[in-house]
C-alpha cells in the first residue's frame, strides 16, 4: 500500500510540473519566439548570417543583454523604410503609416506617406509638405540627448539610448533569433520588457550587422497593439539629392 501511494504521490507531482509548464507557456506575455544557437549558424558579412563578432561566443540573458548590444557596431550610413501599425484592442482592424529615411553620421532625412518631410542637421531642422515652402528652424536638444537619439526620436523609434539605459529588472526575457527585414531574414538580438503600469510587454529586435533597431513590438497579452517595422534596409550611403531641399533639386 504504501509503494502504490507513493506511486501515487510521484505521478501528481508530474502531473502538477506538466500543468505548470502548460500555464507558464500560455499566459507568457507577447509572442513565441523562435531562439537560434549562432555558434551553430555560420558566419557571413551580407546579413543572411550572422556576423564575426564577440557577441556570437556570448549566450544572451536578460541580465547581460545590454552589455552584449552596447559591443554592436552601429552603421553610420542608410537607407530604410519603416511601417508603423497600430491594432484596434477589438481585433476589427488597424491603421499603418509608412516612412523613407536617408542617414548619415550627421544627417537624416524623413519623408513619411503622407507628403510631410523633414531633414535634421545637428545644428538645424527644416519641415516642409509637398508643394510647400520650407521651414527652416533651429535644434533645441533636451540636456544630455546626443545626436544620434534625436535621429531616432524623429524616426519614431525607440532610441539606442533608450533600450541601454532600461532597467535590468524590467527586462523580462532576451535572445538570439531571426527577424524578416524586408526581403532578407536577418539576425537579431531581442529582449521584451515590461514597463508599461497596464502590464503591456514591449519587444525590441537589433540587427546584429548593422546595430540597428529593426523593429519593436508592444503586446498585451498574447495581443499585438503596436508594431514599427523595418520593411527596406540598405546599409550602403545614401543618395546625395536625398538631402537636398526642394529648390535646389
Request: net charge negative; no cysteine; proline share 6%.
Amino acid at each position: 500500500m504504501k509503494r502504490r501511494n507513493k506511486g501515487i504521490y510521484i505521478m501528481a507531482a508530474l502531473l502538477a510540473v506538466v500543468i505548470a509548464l502548460l500555464l507558464a507557456f500560455y499566459f507568457l506575455p507577447g509572442t513565441v519566439i523562435p531562439e537560434v544557437d549562432l555558434a551553430t549558424q555560420g558566419s557571413g558579412g551580407d546579413g543572411t548570417g550572422p556576423p564575426d563578432h564577440p557577441a556570437l561566443h556570448v549566450e544572451i540573458t536578460r541580465y547581460n543583454v545590454q552589455s552584449v548590444l552596447a559591443t554592436l557596431d552601429r552603421a553610420d550610413y542608410y537607407s530604410r523604410e519603416i511601417r508603423q501599425t497600430r491594432f484596434w484592442s477589438d481585433g476589427a482592424g488597424s491603421a499603418s503609416t509608412t516612412a523613407d529615411i536617408w542617414a548619415t553620421p550627421d544627417t537624416l532625412r524623413i519623408r513619411w506617406a503622407n507628403g510631410e518631410n523633414v531633414i535634421l542637421s545637428s545644428d538645424t531642422y527644416t519641415l516642409w509638405h509637398e508643394g510647400r515652402t520650407p521651414i527652416t528652424r533651429p535644434v533645441t536638444a533636451a540636456m544630455g540627448e546626443s545626436l544620434t537619439q534625436i535621429l531616432d526620436e524623429f524616426q519614431g523609434i525607440p532610441s539606442y539610448e533608450t533600450v541601454l539605459d532600461l532597467d535590468p529588472e524590467q527586462i523580462i526575457r532576451a535572445g538570439y533569433t531571426r527577424k524578416l527585414v524586408g526581403d532578407t531574414e536577418r539576425y537579431v538580438i531581442y529582449l521584451a520588457v515590461q514597463t508599461n503600469p497596464l502590464g503591456y510587454v514591449d519587444y525590441f529586435y537589433i540587427e546584429l550587422h548593422s546595430g540597428l533597431l529593426v523593429e519593436m513590438e508592444t503586446w498585451d497579452g498574447h495581443t499585438l497593439v503596436y508594431r514599427i517595422e523595418t520593411t527596406f534596409l540598405d546599409l550602403s550611403s545614401p543618395p546625395e539629392d536625398a538631402f537636398l531641399l526642394p529648390e535646389r533639386r
